[in-house]
């Protein structure tokens, strides 16, 4: 089993950023989907989850309105688009996949640094 998440640097307030994790090793299209990040001192919190046929997305607060989760499971593949970036949003984004059925199988990928700052 493998999540590999790609997309990360290091960008200026107000800018995007798109976040990739490829999948290998499971059925893909089985498990939501989600993405999380961790800033310095801080704890591990959900940023956004998409189910596993993409009908339905979740976002936390911090982020509606700027971020998009989107999955393609023909490419095994989840996206986070992210918009009008802030400094806040500073921290390493890991990709997570929980199956959708029991047992609920649980895989995080190593994780990618998004910097915001001028």
């Known amino acids: 089993v493998q999540l590999v998440e790609s997309g990360g640097g290091l960008v200026q307030p107000g800018g995007s950023l798109r976040l990739s994790c490829a999948a290998s090793?499971?059925?893909?299209?089985?498990?939501?989907m989600s993405w999380y990040r961790q800033a310095p001192g801080k704890e591990r919190d959900l940023v956004a989850g998409i189910s596993s046929a993409g009908s339905s997305t979740d976002y936390a607060n911090s982020v509606k309105g700027r971020f998009t989760i989107s999955r393609d499971n023909a490419k095994n593949t989840v996206y986070l688009q992210m918009n009008r970036l802030k400094p806040e949003d500073t921290a390493v984004y890991y990709c997570?996949?929980?199956?959708?059925?029991?047992?609920?199988?649980?895989?995080w990928g190593q994780g990618t640094q998004v910097t915001v700052s001028s």
């Open positions: 090793g499971f059925s893909f299209s089985s498990y939501i």
């Open positions: 997570n996949a929980r199956r959708d059925r029991a047992p609920n199988y649980d895989y």
